[in-house]
């Protein structure tokens, strides 16, 4: 059983966030997400400020995933707020395992002097993890777990996780759209990568909440990588085998994007009159998917605030911030990490979509990996807002 939570926003955070809004001014907002893996790149920026000696790397797992993108975003602001470098890279597909630890070695060969991974595989990083060890810098692990293969001397080598309760956000996003089928009807479940603790989680909390519903059948699950194209395809093939389908529970909201796609190509009906579609992150592809009816719910895990805690955690540690300072429970079974820190999550449905649309209009705006020339009141407020949920649980 994992800790609940970490509550990390010290008045210095609170602080420093106080001096943004003073500071901050309005943007526009309204462009769309190119969704196309194929156009995807990997590079490394930089953000900086001219008094910075402290540097942190934060490897993503792409460029083109809103959900990927909202954490470097989070952790840029955070690095700006703290006058700290955050160096960002990615790799270019959510597969690439080698490339991933690749990335990480490179930050270290730079000098970050922290470094924060969202896992592409949770069993397949941990030279990741040992480079960051024997170079002597702190490792935060952000939206996917690790697996444990130090035993008892875990604290050592992670001593951070940052992420959502992947399960109880799934189970909560399926019991939506059940609920809003009557409780009846036939589940198709699209998964991420298998290997990924998150994909595992999230598709574990869908047959949960399957399991409590005698009028739903789980008729299919499969793997479409957390790929749109992928998801396109299969989810295709699904229709052909299984001709009464009423929900797509997806692990990601690529997949559910793509699943509205195959419906829509074989002339299913999507939406509150036809198959509802579920997926996760609150990408701004799915986000207008809903506000256009078609899609029928996204679970927004709040991944912004997971760059930016990230950063401060990683912050705290590379000072030597004592972990008693910290707010967390201790006595739990199965622990892996030291600190565990988890972020909320929020559905989103046609009835709130107004609220978190803005937010991934303004986050495509960006550019990973290159400054944050200017955030909005909006984005400033939707951060406050993540905060008052975070405090709340």
């Not at 790799?91 to 690749?102: F, L």
């Not at 009816?293 to 927004?300: H, I, N, P």
């Not at 400054?371 to 008052?388: A, H, L, P, Q, R």
Request: glycine letters at 8%.
């Amino acid at each position: 059983m994992k800790k609940r939570m970490t509550k990390i926003l010290s008045i210095a955070v609170v602080g420093a966030m106080a001096l943004s809004l003073a500071a901050c001014g309005s943007t526009s907002s309204g462009s769309t997400e190119d969704s196309s893996a194929a156009d995807e790149t990997s590079s490394t920026a930089e953000t900086t400020t001219a008094d910075s000696d402290i540097s942190i790397g934060i490897v993503v797992k792409t460029a083109t995933n809103a959900h990927f993108q909202d954490i470097a975003y989070g952790a840029v602001l955070a690095g700006q707020e703290l006058g700290v470098e955050v160096r960002v890279d990615n790799t270019t597909t959510e597969s690439d395992v080698d490339g991933q630890v690749t990335k990480c070695e490179n930050m270290i060969s730079a000098g970050v002097d922290a470094l924060i991974l969202t896992a592409n595989d949770s069993d397949g990083v941990s030279g990741a993890v040992e480079a960051a060890h024997d170079a002597g810098i702190p490792f935060v692990t952000v939206d996917t777990e690790i697996t444990n293969v130090w035993g008892d001397e875990i604290d050592d080598y992670m001593p951070s996780y940052i992420g959502v309760d992947h399960e109880e956000m799934a189970y909560e996003l399926a019991k939506t759209v059940i609920d809003a089928a009557g409780g009846e009807g036939n589940v198709i479940i699209l998964r991420g990568v298998d290997a990924a603790s998150s994909s595992i989680e999230r598709t574990a909390g869908f047959e949960r909440a399957i399991a409590e519903y005698d009028g739903i059948t789980l008729v299919d699950s499969q793997s479409a990588s957390y790929d749109q194209d992928t998801a396109t395809t299969t989810m295709s093939d699904l229709i052909q085998a299984h001709s009464d389908i009423d929900i797509v529970l997806c692990c990601n909201d690529l997949m559910a994007v793509g699943a509205v796609t195959a419906l829509e190509e074989n002339g299913i009906e999507v939406g509150e009159d036809g198959v509802l579609v579920a997926g996760i992150d609150g990408n701004l592809l799915a986000l207008q998917s809903i506000d256009e009816g078609k899609l029928y719910a996204s679970a927004y895990d709040w991944s912004i605030l997971q760059g930016y805690y990230a950063v401060y955690q990683a912050y705290d540690l590379i000072n030597g911030t004592d972990s008693s300072e910290w707010e967390y429970q201790a006595n739990f079974e199965d622990d892996v990490y030291s600190l565990y820190t988890f972020t909320p999550d929020t559905i989103i449905t046609s009835e709130n979509i107004d609220e978190y649309l803005p937010h991934g209009e303004e986050l495509a705006e960006w550019t990973m990996g290159t400054e944050v020339e200017s955030v909005s009141d909006y984005m400033w407020e939707f951060i406050d807002k993540g905060n008052e949920l975070f405090d709340a649980l």
